[in-house]
């Protein structure tokens, strides 16, 4: 059986698909083009694509053999999951592994922005460092502070763990309540409104839904804090990018740090520009061991479906 790999991904996932003995095939540069994806998958019997390949219905009608998708992300939103359910593809995606390297991220976003890290190094490197002084890149504090939590998930939960260590207070917006995670985590439930008016900082870990389109905007953002910081690590499209450029220029917050972009890989020159928002490259769960893990077990769903017609225990769609 054939496995399509639109795009290289690390070897440990790639290696269990060939000693099984599936026909693996990755090809020299990923595809440009829906024509160019299309030829490429037409006869195989699973795809392991990346979260920045789009696979709606046309895709997915264009590959009679396919019955599985095995995602290499925790996020599936790139998948039309009503044309696979149609077709009777199995999808699958890639969770738990990358909390903890998405959870570090999330505080390393929340310092660089707090502390003008990236400022500061700029600085230093332009020559402009002459010795210290009292008011030289004045940034927020983090110790008894409030951290506002929106998307109580694997990843939410695990800031809120992080953020014992710096005795703040804990407030989570989540569709549903939780109260374990909350006796554990010393963590309280919130409603929107009330995070966004009492936090100093807010971290987003909700996945891109049509409930969460444009959750954080105009409307949103002038509730926070003038000295708040909000920090992106879920999906692009959660935040209203226009609003949030408007407010980190006209100061309804103090500064903002994305690993997540509305159009990406489209990043706004006007973000570009702005000294108080830190940016990265969607790097969440880039560490070698989560990457390399995230290979395996999309290999194994793979593996476990199509050699021994067995439901894969990170399916997203299952079909009888």
Request: glycine share 6%.
């Amino acid at each position: 059986m054939k496995v399509v790999i639109p795009a290289k991904i690390p070897d440990a996932g790639i290696k269990l698909l060939r000693d099984e003995g599936f026909e693996v095939v990755i090809p020299e540069n990923p595809p440009q083009s829906k024509e160019e994806l299309k030829k490429l998958i037409k006869d195989a019997d699973a795809v392991i694509p990346l979260l920045s390949m789009k696979f709606d219905r046309e895709i997915i009608e264009s590959a009679p053999q396919l019955k599985i998708i095995a995602n290499y992300a925790v996020g599936y939103d790139n998948i039309d999951l009503e044309a696979a359910k149609e077709r009777k593809i199995v999808v699958t995606n890639t969770p738990d592994v990358l909390t903890d390297a998405t959870a570090d991220l999330t505080w390393a976003l929340m310092f660089a922005v707090a502390r003008r890290i990236v400022e500061a190094d700029r600085f230093v490197r332009e020559g402009k460092f002459k010795g210290w002084g009292p008011f030289l890149f004045l940034g927020q504090d983090f110790v008894g502070r409030t951290l506002g939590i929106v998307g109580f998930g694997r990843i939410g939960q695990a800031v809120a763990k992080r953020a014992k260590g710096f005795d703040m207070k804990v407030l989570y917006y989540s569709r549903t309540r939780k109260p374990e995670k909350e006796k554990e985590l010393g963590a309280e439930f919130s409603g929107l409104d009330e995070l966004l008016k009492e936090s100093d900082y807010v971290t987003l870990h909700t996945p891109l839904t049509r409930e969460t389109y444009h959750m954080i905007g105009e409307r949103e953002l002038k509730m926070m804090k003038s000295n708040a910081i909000i920090v992106n690590v879920a999906r692009g499209p959660v935040v209203d990018e226009k609003a949030l450029i408007k407010a980190l220029k006209e100061g309804w917050i103090w500064g903002a740090g994305l690993d997540v972009y509305e159009r990406e890989p489209e990043v706004p020159d006007e973000l570009k520009k702005l000294d108080n928002v830190v940016l990265l490259p969607h790097i969440g769960s880039a560490t070698y061991w989560t990457r390399n893990k995230m290979s395996e077990i999309a290999a194994e769903a793979v593996i476990k479906y199509l050699k021994y017609g067995e439901k894969p225990w990170n399916t997203v769609l299952w079909v009888d």
